[in-house]
């Protein structure tokens, strides 16, 4: 079923082999029993080939480690969650996109969240087949929608969700890989189905990311899977403040984001030309 996935949906399958990697660690940040079952195939050669790229034979590191950014960003938007689902009034979580993710399946979850998956129907077909026989531990409801279709929107609803209550959303995995227009229009019509005092997270990275020299063997990595990094921004707070949120954005190895796993200089925000990740979470107005 892989052959049904475009590059942009593959990359789910590099995530869920970078969680499988991450849950055979002694000092792993989580534990994920069906990430490696998502994975199949597909996702470890494809993380051989971020490794390879990553950690070259012989010299040094010059690339983001994959491998530890990922486990920060699973557990940070982890912690996320939890903490969203405390208050009783939030009763509902929306991941868009679900891709390979198994939250549902891997945290316990209060009786009063339904939990919303949104992703392309192929994603969500391949997933089902994986997870075949497998019980999540939430009211999950699966939305086989693209977030650029026209009616996506509707389709929500009718799977149950209620814009006018509170939710949570995590948009995770996704941004790099929108064109900064599709980017505005996302985030609009997602504001407008948000109820205030909702919540959104979200990973982007900054404009330089795409640029600077260093990133190239990345960079190049992923275009030419297909799926090129086409969207970045050095003020991610501005860019949310523009569809009525108020978020803070974290970069991995700040406090809140290191669980003792990053491995590089956190670069203070008015230095130019470096490349930063930045966890967006906060609210709606």
């Known amino acids: 079923m892989t052959d049904l996935l475009n590059p942009v949906e593959r990359t789910a399958l590099l995530t869920a082999a970078l969680r499988a990697a991450e849950s055979q660690r002694d000092d792993r940040l989580y534990e994920d029993p069906y ?15 971020v490794r390879d790229a990553t950690f070259p034979p012989g010299r040094p590191r010059s690339l983001p480690s994959s491998p530890d950014y990922n486990a920060i960003r699973t557990r940070f938007f982890d912690e996320f969650l939890r903490g969203a689902v405390q208050d009783p009034e939030m009763t509902q979580v929306v991941l868009a996109p679900a891709g390979m993710d198994s939250r549902a399946y891997r945290m316990r979850w209060p009786d009063h969240v339904r939990y919303f998956e949104v992703d392309r129907p ?4 391949y997933k089902e087949e994986r997870l075949r026989g497998d019980t999540p531990q939430v009211s999950r409801r699966a939305v086989g929608v693209d977030l650029t279709a026209d009616d996506w929107e509707s389709q929500l609803v009718a799977a149950g969700y209620d814009p006018a209550l509170p939710s949570t959303w ?26 205030p005092g909702s ?14 020299p260093q990133m190239r063997g990345l960079l190049d990595l992923f275009a030419g899977w297909g799926c090129p990094w086409v969207f970045g921004t050095d003020e991610p707070e501005a860019l949310f403040d523009r569809y009525g949120f108020d978020v803070e954005a974290t970069q991995p190895g700040e406090p809140g984001a290191d669980f003792g796993r990053w491995p590089d200089p956190v670069p203070a925000r008015d230095v130019k030309d470096v490349r930063r990740v930045f966890f967006v979470h906060g609210q709606r107005r």
């Open 35 to 49: 990430a490696a079952k998502l994975a199949g195939d597909a996702g470890p050669a494809l993380l051989a080939e």
């Open 170 to 195: 995590l948009i995770e995995g996704l941004l790099y890989y929108v064109p900064e227009p599709d980017t505005h229009h996302v985030l609009e019509r997602v504001a407008a189905v948000l109820a």
């Open 199 to 212: 919540r959104i997270a979200a990973d982007l990275v900054n404009a330089a990311a795409l640029t600077l």
């Open 122 to 125: 192929a994603v969500l077909a």
